[in-house]
C-alpha cells in the first residue's frame, strides 16, 4: 500500500505561480510512475502530466504544456508540479497518483494509488 499526500494548494492570481508536491510513504516510491490529475466542478478529472520512475521522461497535456513542470526526488519520496503563468481555468482540485507501469500514462484507470487532493484557484 503506497499512501500519497499533496501539499502546495491555494489562492492565486492568474499569472502567478504555485508549486505542488506529492510525498509517499513507501520507501518503493521509485518503483511507481508518478502523475497528476485535476478535477474542476462539474469535470471530470482530467490527466496533467507524468513522469517516469528514472524521471527521464515526461509527458504533458496540452493545455499545460509549457507552463507546468512535474519532477521528482526519489531521495525525498516526493514529486513535484511546479505550476507557472496560470489561468483561471487551471483552478481544480489537483490530485498525484502512483502507477505500477513501466512508462508514463495519461489514463486514470492505469493509476493505482491517489492522495486526497488539494485545491488550486487562479483568480482573474
Known amino acids: 500500500q503506497v499512501q500519497l499526500v499533496e501539499s502546495g494548494g491555494g489562492l492565486v492570481q492568474a499569472g502567478g505561480s504555485l508549486r505542488l508536491s506529492c510525498a509517499a510513504s513507501r520507501r518503493t516510491f521509485t518503483s511507481y510512475t508518478k502523475g497528476w490529475f485535476r478535477q474542476a466542478p462539474g469535470k471530470e478529472r482530467e490527466f496533467v502530466a507524468a513522469i517516469s520512475r528514472s524521471g527521464s521522461s515526461t509527458y504533458y497535456a496540452d493545455s499545460v504544456k509549457g507552463r507546468f513542470i512535474i519532477s521528482r526526488d526519489n531521495a525525498k519520496n516526493t514529486v513535484y508540479l511546479q505550476m507557472n503563468s496560470l489561468k483561471p481555468e487551471d483552478t481544480a482540485v489537483y490530485y498525484c497518483?502512483?502507477?505500477?507501469?513501466?512508462?508514463?500514462?495519461?489514463?486514470?484507470?492505469?493509476?493505482?494509488?491517489w492522495g486526497q487532493g488539494t485545491q488550486v484557484t487562479v483568480s482573474s
Open positions: 497518483a502512483a502507477t505500477r507501469a513501466n512508462s508514463v500514462t495519461t489514463k486514470a484507470t492505469q493509476y493505482d494509488y
